[in-house]
């Protein structure tokens, strides 16, 4: 089993920049996808980034547009979200989610492909 606590929510002006934290209580290097989800009320949960903690390897939503960076700290065993230029509509709860790699030839990138979650964490940009 594996947990994942999220931290570094909050409230920010457009512009401003945040750094979500992911603590997991495994070895991530051992082989884990790790993803950053977020949902917005009456939306569904979307895909922002993942790390493949093997290599390091990652991937954006569209959405992203090089705003967000996804990074990994395997001696912490934690998986960072930094978050430049945000804007409204990033307001939302972030998530932080975990799989093995072992179970998927090709990345997750769907919420129902990643099998532990965190609570998540609140993330409000305001004008």
């Known amino acids: 089993q594996v947990q994942l606590v999220e931290s570094g929510g909050g409230s920010v002006q457009v512009g401003g920049s945040l750094r979500l934290s992911c603590a997991a209580s495994v070895d991530i290097s051992s082989g884990y996808y790790m993803g950053w989800f977020r949902q917005a009320p009456g939306k569904e949960r979307e895909a922002i980034a993942r790390i493949s903690t093997p290599d390091g390897s990652t991937l954006y939503g569209d959405f992203v547009k090089g705003r967000f960076t996804i990074s990994q700290d395997n001696a912490r065993n934690t998986v960072y979200l930094q978050m430049d230029s945000l804007k409204p509509e990033d307001t939302a709860m972030y998530y932080c989610?975990?799989?093995?790699?072992?179970?998927?030839?090709?990345?997750?990138?769907?919420?129902?492909?990643?099998?532990?979650w965190g609570q998540g964490t609140q993330v409000t940009v305001s004008s």
């Open positions: 989610a975990a799989t093995r790699t072992a179970y998927y030839i090709h990345p997750p990138t769907r919420p129902y492909q990643y099998n532990f």
